[in-house]
């Protein structure tokens, strides 16, 4: 040992020896990836004086970060090897300098390790894997529910049976699969749901869309207007889906009533509903994943879209008034009276007791989404406060309310942010935040453009939700490296690109869906070609009033 030690001082010019090392020496460090992003539950091996197998091992923990105690006896060399199953393993030697502090009982903060991506055979199982899943939601071959589940299985599966037979067959797998889901948004679509189950049963919404009608007098394009202002606003403060469930079957009834065809009501509404959805949080799915993911508020949907979203669907009304001006020109102005009787009681509130209290707590429910920040309250806490304070006042049956959620559409989510977890885990979303990167280099405005019309346009193939999902990751890393995109403004691109480009295809968003389902059982299909020819228009018009927003309020 000593002459090993006396041939490497003479090697180096005589530096001083390493003395014994002292209790608390350490190394510490960061794993990250080429894009800087923390690398989580790396492989990080200590070797230490040549030895082949490793004093102690560990992982790198979701920051990136790792921390290893050294042993409190002489070291005269220490070698690092970080490994995981989607990178290249890399190698870290101390110098002497770094030798010198572990042998006086310092701690050593090595440099940002940077590992570098490989394609392995689980990439592009993980890969193809979501382009099915994309491809069955897209077609509706299969539930979007029922698709996503199938891609987690698969994913799943081959990762835990295929990692002994093959270390390149693994994805990702239990543990890390649970860590990309997002309960902040599953707890705040479920909170939303109970909350609004119980208001559904007053028949408030009824009563509203009525009012529309009564104050129409009879003016079909100022109905038209204002059971879009109406939708808009409630897609707003519910989300566009629930909207359109509660609306949807009265405006069927004043159509019928006016001798008018249904989807000429319907299909305004529903494009109504995803663009007055952008201007909050709890306003349409996209932005739920969006604020969970960027750390928007209420307040900052509020300030920043809602301009924007009220400049669109002006654009919005004038286009549909222009669409179906025929159809509300031959409109019965004096609906038979038996109708009108049969409208009016269809819409009465039937338990004005219930929704005093109800309304009291979905006032207070708004409040805290908009004050809630200030005390660090998160929306998904609120919902589910919410949830509880609305059962406990209005005394509803708890097992009937669970009833009332959207369990299908939950496990939608859950499911969805596993597939697109592990895309990212194995590479897919950064090499194309890295394309992307490159596309628009340090343009801010180049990289605005494409993040809003991808999304409007890809939102109409892939449907929206699952879009959203996958872009998250891709829009952060622009955030990050782009200058002057730290206010955020390309997830307000992604919000705008995605909830509005929903209106370009019946498969593009989930309030679609819906609203044709509903169409359908009352005798009146929308069909995708329907759909495309009314709503492709539509978007482009609201995408472009939307991105000049963009850019004079940013």
């Given at each position: ?15 001083p ?46 920051d ?9 006896e ?12 989607h ?18 009982g ?47 299985a698969v ?20 543990e ?5 889901v ?58 566009n ?34 663009v ?34 009220l ?68 929306p ?41 977890g ?132 940013f």
């Amino acid at each position: 040992m000593f002459l090993l030690t006396v041939s490497a001082i003479l090697l180096v010019g005589a530096l001083p020896q390493p003395t014994w090392a002292a209790e608390g020496a350490a190394l510490a460090g960061r794993v990250v990836d080429f894009q800087q992003q923390p690398v989580r539950r790396a492989r990080i091996a200590l070797y230490l004086n040549g030895e082949e197998e490793p004093y102690v091992e560990g992982e790198s923990q979701r920051d990136g970060t790792f921390v290893l105690d050294l042993p409190d006896e002489p070291v005269d060399a220490v070698r690092l090897e970080i490994s995981h199953p989607h990178f290249r393993t890399a190698t870290w030697k101390a110098t002497w300098a770094d030798l010198e502090r572990l042998n006086d009982g310092s701690a050593v903060r090595l440099p940002d390790i940077v590992l570098e991506r490989q394609l392995t055979v689980g990439f592009w199982i993980a890969t193809l894997t979501f382009l099915a899943v994309l491809l069955f939601i897209a077609t509706e071959r299969l539930h979007s529910t029922m698709a996503a589940l199938l891609g987690t299985a698969v994913i799943l599966g081959i990762s835990l049976v295929g990692r002994p037979i093959n270390e390149q067959l693994f994805i990702i797998d239990f543990e890390q699969a649970i860590e990309y889901v997002d309960f902040n948004v599953v707890f705040l679509v479920m909170g939303m749901m109970i909350v609004i189950g119980v208001i559904e049963e007053t028949g408030i919404f009824q009563w509203m869309a009525y009012q529309a009608y009564r104050l129409s007098q009879g003016r079909v394009w100022l109905l038209v207007a204002s059971l879009m202002l109406l939708t808009s606003v409630a897609s707003a403060l519910l989300d566009n889906v629930t909207t359109m469930l509660l609306v949807a079957p009265i405006t069927l009834q004043i159509a019928l009533t006016l001798g008018i065809d249904p989807l000429a009501l319907l299909m305004p509404e529903v494009l109504a509903s995803n663009v007055g959805g952008i201007s909050t949080l709890i306003g349409t799915p996209t932005n739920i994943l969006i604020g969970s993911y960027a750390d928007i508020t209420f307040n900052d949907f509020l300030v920043n879209l809602t301009p924007g979203v009220l400049l669109a669907q002006v654009a919005l009304t004038v286009y549909v008034l222009l669409v179906y001006r025929k159809q509300y020109r031959a409109a019965s102005a004096a609906a038979s009276p038996a109708l009108l009787a049969q409208l009016e009681e269809n819409a009465r509130i039937t338990q004005p007791d219930k929704l005093r209290k109800a309304g009291s707590v979905f006032l207070g429910i708004i409040v805290l989404f908009i004050l809630g920040e200030q005390f660090h309250l998160v929306p998904a806490v609120t919902a589910i406060l919410g949830a509880v304070a609305m059962l406990l006042v209005v005394r509803a049956d708890i097992e009937q309310m669970l009833r009332v959620v959207d369990w299908t559409t939950l496990m939608f989510f859950i499911a969805l942010f596993i597939v697109v977890g592990a895309v990212q885990e194995v590479g897919l979303i950064s090499y194309i935040a890295a394309g992307i990167r490159l596309l628009v280099g340090d343009n801010l405005i180049a990289a605005t453009l494409v993040v809003v019309w991808a999304g409007a346009i890809l939102s109409g193939v892939i449907a929206n939700i699952p879009f959203t999902a996958a872009m998250l990751p891709v829009v952060g890393f622009l955030t990050r490296s782009l200058p002057g995109a730290s206010n955020k403004v390309l997830f307000y691109s992604l919000s705008i690109g995605a909830a509005m480009g929903g209106n370009s295809s019946l498969i593009g968003a989930s309030a679609n869906i819906v609203t044709a389902g509903i169409a359908e059982r009352a005798g009146y299909p929308i069909t995708y070609r329907t759909f495309l020819k009314i709503g492709l228009p539509a978007m482009a018009i609201t995408v472009t009033v939307g991105t000049a927003w963009l850019f004079i309020h940013f």
